[in-house]
């Protein structure tokens, strides 16, 4: 391909991977990565649990996370300094109650990488210590998943793509792009723009960008999810499970000397920069300290990310079916961190026009195109 200039819109993980890969594919491809703040990383990208766990992806965004596996275990020479990924185990907990989701969760681990398995309430102490076993009836261990090294996985993106060439501009906001031939003039808040390709990775602002170029939205729906930490227990936490109530009320995991908790609540939000709320906080202390023994008093910090969701809660990648000059990478939901190694690909892949490659493994991607999200014809 000859000099296609790319505009990566957004500057978190979905625009890093995005922009790195397309440097990779398209080595003549001129990549520029626009981010509205000053930092790059600083709405969802730098909130999440930092967690790699199959079980709750959806189908399509698992061939994401099949796709990706391998380089983020064994990232690319010179891209990382230190392992992305540490092993690290997932555990869903649940009182009798709880059973038909817990058999859910079970049934939905067979189709992993590592099937799930069953834990007895004593077992399940074994990986979580701090939990009321005797409130339990049972548990579903995933074995396979990791802890994610979010700000090295980032960093890895933009270290590849610059070393291949691609650009970065940030406090540069995209206000709007206008079909300018085959490609667009975009206005930024530092003037004015001419790019072949634009891609949209604005997370929650995606339909925005869209809307402001003239390309029909998706329905991405941002929800808040709030996350905290406090104190831990003060003794050796190697080898504790990632913890998750069966029906997703709370989760807990040791992060060094404290615990990250959550309520893993889905709050409708607009998109912006989204604050905790102390009765969010407030309640998922009552639940884990209802079901551990953590005694949680008081917390050291609190902050809160927008989980954003196309209508069927899988990743919308590749072209506009009415405009491909427009092409997508939203839609990562709470999985964005752990499928885009393989999203990425997917869209270096689509963007001018091709094929999926054998990363792929001919997997069926059409259940992440934008064209499945539309409702004519
Ligand atoms: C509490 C919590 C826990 C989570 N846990 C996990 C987890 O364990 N594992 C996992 O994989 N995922 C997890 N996630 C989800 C993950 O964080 C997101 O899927 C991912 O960060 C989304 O990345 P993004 O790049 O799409 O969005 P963002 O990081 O929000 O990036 C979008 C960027 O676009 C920029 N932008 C917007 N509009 C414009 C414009 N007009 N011009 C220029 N720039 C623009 C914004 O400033 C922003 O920097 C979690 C999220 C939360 C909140």
């Known amino acids: 391909m000859g000099s296609v200039r790319i505009a990566v819109v957004g500057g978190g993980i979905a625009g890093a991977t995005a922009a790195y890969h397309l440097t990779e594919v398209h080595p003549d491809a001129e990549v520029l990565l626009l981010e509205a703040e000053p930092v790059l990383a600083h709405h969802t990208t730098g909130r999440s649990a930092a967690i790699f766990v199959e079980n709750l992806a959806t189908a399509p965004n698992r061939i994401m996370?099949?796709?990706?596996?391998?380089?983020?275990?064994?990232?690319?020479?010179?891209?990382?300094d230190h392992p992305i990924l540490t092993h690290r185990t997932v555990m869903h907990v649940a009182t009798e109650a709880q059973m038909g989701s817990l058999e859910e969760t079970y049934a939905n681990g067979q189709a992993?990488?590592?099937?799930?398995?069953?834990?007895?309430?004593?077992?399940?102490?074994?990986?979580?210590?701090?939990?009321?076993?005797?409130?339990?009836?049972?548990?579903?261990?995933?074995?396979?998943?990791?802890?994610?090294?979010?700000?090295?996985l980032h960093q890895a993106y933009i270290r590849g793509m610059r070393r291949n060439g691609g650009?970065?501009?940030?406090?540069?906001?995209?206000?709007a792009a206008r079909p300018d031939g085959d490609g667009w003039r975009l206005d930024t808040t530092d003037g004015e723009i001419g790019a072949d390709i634009v891609v949209n990775a604005a997370g929650s602002w995606g339909d925005l960008v869209a809307a402001s170029a003239g390309v029909e939205p998706v329905g991405?729906?941002?929800?808040?999810?709030?996350?905290?930490?406090?104190?831990?227990?003060?003794?050796?936490?190697t080898g504790w499970a990632f913890t998750i109530d069966a029906e997703s009320r709370w989760y807990t995991k040791d992060d060094g000397p404290q615990m990250l908790c959550s309520l893993v609540e889905e709050t409708p939000f607009e998109p912006c920069d989204v604050k905790p709320d102390e009765a969010d906080v407030a309640l998922a202390i009552d639940r884990i300290n209802e079901a551990t023994t953590l005694g949680i008093r008081s917390v050291n910090s609190a902050w809160a990310g927008l989980r954003t969701f196309a209508p069927d809660r899988s990743l919308v990648i590749g072209p506009d079916p009415d405009r491909p000059a427009f092409v997508w990478c939203v839609g990562q939901g709470g999985c964005g961190i752990q499928t885009s190694a393989g999203a990425g690909r997917l869209l270096?892949?689509?963007?001018?026009?091709?094929?999926?490659?054998?990363?792929?493994?001919?997997?069926?991607?059409?259940?992440?195109?934008?064209?499945?999200?539309?409702?004519?014809?």
């Open 65 to 80: 996370l099949r796709a990706g596996r391998g380089f983020l275990w064994d990232p690319p020479e010179g891209l990382a």
């Open 112 to 152: 992993v990488t590592t099937p799930s398995e069953w834990l007895t309430p004593e077992e399940a102490s074994v990986h979580f210590p701090p939990i009321r076993s005797e409130l339990l009836a049972a548990a579903v261990l995933e074995p396979e998943c990791a802890d994610i090294d979010v700000g090295g």
């Open 167 to 175: 650009t970065i501009a940030t406090s540069r906001r995209v206000d």
């Open 220 to 237: 991405l729906q941002p929800n808040r999810r709030t996350a905290f930490m406090v104190n831990g227990p003060g003794v050796d936490t």
């Open 348 to 377: 270096a892949d689509l963007a001018l026009g091709g094929e999926p490659s054998d990363v792929f493994d001919g997997a069926d991607v059409s259940g992440l195109l934008p064209g499945r999200l539309r409702t004519h014809g």
